[in-house]
Each structure stands twice: as structure tokens, then as C-alpha cells.
């Protein structure tokens, strides 16, 4: 009866392995995101893979860029923190900041660190198709004349924090197929905590 349902558990999560969308923080040192629009499914993943320099992605209302979309609304929304490269890549590693779409509502995005946001480091996933000035274009053109407010510490979350050895979102608009498990939800499996609970649940599978 375990072993059917541990089976049964496995085969679930196979089966909804989900598409990861691949966006590049800061390639060649610059304040982008690259690709800086995207369309992504409800259960699907967008994983920031952030490249050189100290930034973070940061959800703010689209009517006040740079600002942490809590203050303008009931939602909490999702901010990485800041996520200073030098470190991870003295050990080879990129860190990486993965979320999951709930829905198809727009998330408006922004760079919390220094002046980025109003120079234009901002990202929309999920551009209304229903509303002509709800641009991408629109949105930086008032960040511009935004400024920046940075969430406190307490309110990093919405996402999940991992590292990958190898960046995969050096092509703009590349994304990491759902048939490539190392790809799929990489930044959650390299979180130490859930992958040691996924080795022991691994584990107790073999003894069954
Ligand atoms: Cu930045």
C-alpha cells in the first residue's frame, strides 16, 4: 500500500512537471532582464537566473513602478531579495530566483537596487492583451519618473531561492524544456532543504 502510493506520488510529479521559463538578470553587467516580456501559463515556472551585479526582482502595482506592489494593494507579491552574484560565482554557481505562475494577471516587475528601476530595469510577465496602455512601454516610461522603494527584508518571498552551476538563459528568449528534469524547477531542487527531504524521501522508497 506505501509502496503503491509513494509510486503513485512519483508518478504525479512526473506528470506535472511544468514548463520553466528562463529569464537572464543582467547579462554583460546590464540593467536587464532579458527577455524582458513573457507569456507564461498558469503552473508553469520563470526562473531569474541573475548573471553579474547585486540586484533583485521585485513585483510592484503597474500604476507605481519601483515600488513593492504590498504598499498599493492587498497582494503580497514576490521580491528575491538582493542577490549578490561575486559570491555564488567564486564557486561556480549562479543564483536563481524560481516562481510559479498561479494565474494569468499581470506581474509587473522591477529592480529594487539603487536608481535600476527608474533607468529602466523592469520586466512585465503576462502583458494584458485586453488593455492598450498597459505596456511594457508604458510601465517604463513611469518608472522613469518613479522612485524606488526597496520591500523590507521580512518581505522577501513568493519564490524560491536555489543556485544552477550552468546558465541556460543566455539566448533571449530561451527557455528550459519541461522534458529536461535539470532544467525543470532547478532553483527549488538546489534549495539544501528540500533536496535533503527529497534524498530521504528517495531514500525510504528504496527500503520499501
Ligand atoms: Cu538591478
Known amino acids: 500500500m506505501q509502496f503503491s502510493t509513494l509510486l503513485l506520488t512519483a508518478l504525479a510529479s512526473v506528470a506535472s512537471a511544468q514548463r520553466t521559463w528562463v529569464v537572464t538578470v543582467a547579462q554583460n553587467g546590464s540593467l536587464t532582464y532579458s527577455p524582458n516580456k513573457i507569456t507564461a501559463a498558469p503552473?508553469?515556472?520563470?526562473?531569474?537566473?541573475?548573471?553579474?551585479?547585486?540586484?533583485?526582482?521585485?513585483?510592484?502595482?503597474?500604476?507605481?513602478?519601483?515600488?513593492?506592489?504590498?504598499?498599493?494593494?492587498?497582494?503580497t507579491g514576490f521580491h528575491s531579495g538582493f542577490q549578490p552574484v561575486a559570491a555564488s560565482a567564486s564557486m561556480g554557481m549562479v543564483p536563481t530566483y524560481t516562481i510559479q505562475i498561479n494565474?494569468?494577471?499581470?506581474?509587473?516587475l522591477y529592480c529594487a537596487q539603487g536608481r535600476h528601476c527608474e533607468n529602466g530595469m523592469v520586466m512585465v510577465i503576462?502583458?494584458?492583451?485586453?488593455?492598450?496602455?498597459?505596456?511594457?512601454?508604458n510601465y517604463k516610461a513611469?518608472?522613469?519618473?518613479?522612485?524606488?522603494?526597496?520591500?523590507?527584508?521580512?518581505t522577501v518571498g513568493g519564490g524560491t531561492s536555489g543556485t544552477v552551476d550552468t546558465p541556460t538563459g543566455t539566448t533571449?528568449?530561451?527557455?528550459?524544456?519541461?522534458?529536461?528534469?535539470?532544467?525543470?524547477?532547478?532553483?527549488?531542487?538546489?534549495?539544501?532543504?528540500?533536496?535533503?527531504?527529497?534524498?530521504?524521501?528517495?531514500?525510504?522508497a528504496l527500503f520499501l
Open 126 to 137: 503576462n502583458e494584458p492583451a485586453t488593455n492598450p496602455n498597459r505596456t511594457l512601454e
Open 43 to 75: 503552473g508553469e515556472f520563470v526562473q531569474f537566473q541573475f548573471l553579474a551585479g547585486n540586484h533583485t526582482v521585485t513585483q510592484s502595482t503597474f500604476d507605481k513602478p519601483c515600488q513593492p506592489v504590498a504598499m498599493h494593494s492587498n497582494a
Open 103 to 108: 494565474n494569468t494577471n499581470p506581474l509587473w
Open 172 to 204: 533571449p528568449g530561451g527557455d528550459a524544456a519541461s522534458s529536461s528534469p535539470a532544467a525543470a524547477g532547478a532553483g527549488m531542487l538546489s534549495a539544501p532543504a528540500i533536496f535533503t527531504l527529497l534524498s530521504a524521501g528517495a531514500a525510504a
Open 142 to 154: 513611469l518608472a522613469a519618473g518613479a522612485q524606488t522603494v526597496l520591500p523590507g527584508n521580512a
